[in-house]
C-alpha cells in the first residue's frame, strides 16, 4: 500500500470554479500535512501547512485534515488561469528530527479561461 | 523574500562522470534536504543533513551519492558514477529548526546520456 496516494487527474476545470483536490494517507504517524503547487519544471512551492485536523484558510485556499480518517483536502474558491499546476500533498512524521516529506504524485490541474 | 537557489539548473553528463549539484539554503535554516524526481513520477526524498552531518537517508541514497556544507552557505549532492536512471530533477530544501515546513530551490534537471 502506498503511504500517501493522489489521484493524478488531469483535472480540468472553468475559470471560477471550486476546485478540491484530495489525498488519503495510510501511516497513523503523519500528523504535519502541506500542499505545494509544482509549475512545469518547477521547484515545489510550499501553499499551506497544517497540524490539526479541521480546516485552514488562507485566501481563496482552504486545507481540510481529517485525521480520523486519515483523508486531507485542498480547496480553491474562484479559480484562475494562474492556478493551473501541479498540487502536491505532502506529509511528514511528529517525532524525529529530520523531518522528511512523503509526498503524494501529484494532481494536474488546468483552469480554463 | 528568501529563497533556496540552486546551480546549475540544467546538467548534461556523460554516463560514469561525477556530478556536484549546489544549493544555497534560505540564511537562517539549519535543516537541509535533496529530494529527486524522475519525470512523471513522485518527488522522493534522498537525504536530509543538519548539524554538519547526515540525520537520515532514503534507500535511494547508496554509496555513489554524498552531501557536503563545505562552507557557512553552500550544499552539495555529489554524485560519484553518474547512471542513466540518474536522470531526474533533483530539488535542494530547507526549513528552519523548530518548523516543519520546507522550503524549495527551482531544482536542477539532470540529464545523463
Known amino acids: 500500500q502506498k503511504e500517501v496516494e493522489q489521484d493524478p487527474g488531469p483535472l480540468s476545470v472553468p475559470e471560477g470554479a471550486i476546485v478540491s483536490l484530495n489525498c488519503t494517507y495510510s501511516?497513523?504517524?503523519?500528523?504535519?500535512f502541506m500542499w505545494y503547487r509544482q509549475y512545469s519544471r518547477k521547484g515545489p512551492e510550499l501553499l499551506m501547512y497544517t497540524y490539526s485536523s479541521g480546516n485552514k484558510e488562507d485566501g481563496r485556499f482552504t486545507a481540510q485534515v481529517d485525521k480520523s480518517s486519515k483523508y486531507i483536502s485542498l480547496f480553491i474558491r474562484d479559480s484562475q488561469p494562474s492556478d493551473s499546476a501541479t498540487y502536491l500533498c505532502?506529509?511528514?512524521?511528529?517525532?524525529?528530527?529530520?523531518?522528511?516529506?512523503?509526498f503524494g504524485s501529484g494532481t494536474q490541474l488546468t483552469v480554463l479561461p | 523574500e528568501p529563497e533556496v537557489t540552486q546551480t546549475p539548473s540544467h546538467q548534461v553528463t556523460q554516463m560514469g562522470q561525477e556530478v556536484i549539484l549546489r544549493c544555497v539554503p534560505i540564511s537562517n535554516h539549519l535543516y537541509f534536504y535533496w529530494y529527486r524526481q524522475i519525470l512523471g513520477q513522485k518527488v522522493e526524498f534522498l537525504v536530509s543533513?543538519?548539524?554538519?552531518?547526515?540525520?537520515?537517508k532514503s534507500e535511494i541514497f547508496d554509496d555513489q551519492f554524498s552531501v557536503e556544507r563545505p562552507d557557512g552557505s553552500n550544499f552539495t549532492l555529489k554524485i560519484r558514477s553518474t547512471k542513466l536512471e540518474d536522470s531526474a530533477m533533483y530539488f535542494c530544501?530547507?526549513?528552519?529548526?523548530?518548523?516543519?515546513?520546507?522550503?524549495f530551490g527551482q531544482g536542477t534537471r539532470l540529464t545523463v546520456v
Open positions: 530544501a530547507s526549513r528552519r529548526e523548530g518548523q516543519t515546513e520546507a522550503f
Open positions: 505532502a506529509t511528514t512524521i511528529s517525532s524525529g528530527s529530520a523531518r522528511q516529506l512523503t
Open positions: 543533513f543538519y548539524n554538519n552531518e547526515i540525520s537520515e
Open positions: 501511516n497513523s504517524a503523519f500528523q504535519y
